[in-house]
């Protein structure tokens, strides 16, 4: 039935349902929690075998000449560069390994910029303003970083294929005040919309007015694909190389969800240049990022290509959430008009848009049902929805039966939330 065409008193029977299920949920005291996108116990039992592989080894790369115990090797060994090269697409020499996250590097060079500068400009810090490109809805801990350093957040609208390219190439073509742009390109955060070749072409080819613009291309789900018809992302770095505009790119990933969240390994690719420069005032805050951990993962994986492989692992315990997020929606809220989603090919996320002003009081009522989802606002700026209907639905951390349980606690919520707004009008 679709909600918008309703009677007033079509609505009030809804409602009436509506509330009678929810008052038996109250009743089961819930527990279930889907706030953010961590893997789940299984996932994380893939592996195991990365714990005890260095028992079998020497402590030294694969080359034998760097003991990892010790100090030296900055920018991180040769052996998990080789692996990972292919998945950023970009060269050895265009790599730089951090620590377990990704997250610490953005930080890194969001830091950088405001205590230096890029490409000889004056340091962030010391103008008094500088703004950052935000397409939305995004992910929370980039605009967290931006907010706790005083940078403002400019607000864009991620459309089917990615950002809006035409508004990001005026904006930053008349203000030099603007100094870089979130990224997600692939399975974006939360929506899992992959940009498209175009939209990357027109990236590497942009021409902002001010010198030291930087792209922050968090390509954080490069191959956290769920099926095996996947999005493929045209490499950004490669195509800025053809433009001559490497500089302008800062590639970030990790192992984050592959292996272990809290015992990963970060990489972040740019140009040569870049990686010099960063090499340098790095070298001043650390003596190096941890090498036998980079041997761990690089005798564990051993190629790519065994990345891939254990990848489609994930997949497989995956995949099965998704369906139930994607198949609940469908049968419950499809024919309502009140909600809209679709069903990402990877990533962690299934983003639903549901009816405007009512996503606080969806995510009110499953609260108080003892569903925790992410924070309505979360995915904007300064966490504010200007339209109140984003939820991020965050699957991978529960048991199916513990996900079907909160997605028909989400999707009566939902109902009740939109049909009180509606018998308001």
């Known amino acids: 039935m679709n909600y918008i065409n309703a009677t007033k008193n079509e609505l009030k029977s809804l409602l009436d349902s509506e509330r009678k299920k929810y008052d038996e949920i109250i009743s089961k005291k819930l527990s279930l929690n889907m706030s953010r996108g961590r893997p789940c116990t299984e996932q994380l039992d893939l592996t195991e075998g990365m714990l005890s592989v260095l028992y ?98 400019v607000n864009v609208d991620m459309l089917e294929d990615g950002p809006d390219m035409d508004t990001i190439e005026k904006l930053i073509s008349e203000d030099d005040s603007i100094k870089g742009i979130w990224c997600v390109p692939k399975y974006s955060n939360p929506q899992g919309i992959t940009y498209s070749d175009e939209v990357v072409r027109r990236f590497a080819d942009l021409s902002p007015k001010a010198p030291d613009f930087k792209i922050f291309w968090d390509n954080a789900y490069a191959i956290h694909d769920l099926d095996e018809e996947k999005d493929v992302l045209l490499g950004l770095l490669h195509e800025a190389v053809k433009n001559g505009k490497e500089d302008m790119v800062f590639e970030f990933t990790s192992t984050s969800k592959i292996t272990y969240a809290g015992a990963g390994v970060s990489f972040l690719a740019s140009s040569v240049e870049n990686i010099k420069n960063l090499s340098k005032r790095i070298g001043i805050r650390t003596i190096g990022y941890d090498k036998v951990n980079q041997l761990r993962h690089a005798l564990f994986f051993k190629t790519t290509e065994n990345v891939y492989e254990h990848m489609k692992l994930h997949a497989e315990i995956l995949r099965p959430k998704f369906d139930i997020v994607v198949n609940t929606l469908e049968s419950e809220l499809g024919d309502t008009g009140i909600a809209s989603w679709h069903r990402p090919r990877g990533g962690y996320f299934v983003s639903l848009e549901l009816m405007h002003g009512t996503a606080k009081r969806a995510w009110q009522l499953a609260n108080e049902a003892g569903v925790v989802l992410t924070t309505v606002g979360a995915t904007y700026p300064y966490g504010r929805d200007p339209k109140d209907s984003n939820i991020r639905i965050a699957p991978s951390n529960t048991t199916k039966e513990e996900l079907t349980a909160a997605m028909d606690v989400l999707c009566v919520c939902a109902k009740i939330a939109a049909v009180e707004k509606l018998l308001e009008a």
Request: aromatic share 10%.
């Open 56 to 153: 079998k080894n020497d402590m030294c790369n694969l080359s034998g000449n760097t003991d990892v115990r010790n100090y030296g090797v900055l920018s991180g060994i040769d052996d998990i560069k080789t692996i990972f090269a292919p998945i950023l697409g970009a060269d050895k020499d265009e790599i730089f390994v951090g620590g377990n996250s990704s997250l610490n590097l953005m930080y890194d060079m969001i830091s950088d910029g405001m205590l230096y500068g890029y490409n000889g400009c004056t340091p962030w810090a010391k103008l008094e303003n500088v703004k950052f490109l935000c397409p939305v809805p995004g992910y929370d801990r980039h605009f967290m970083i931006c907010e706790k350093l005083g940078i403002e957040m």
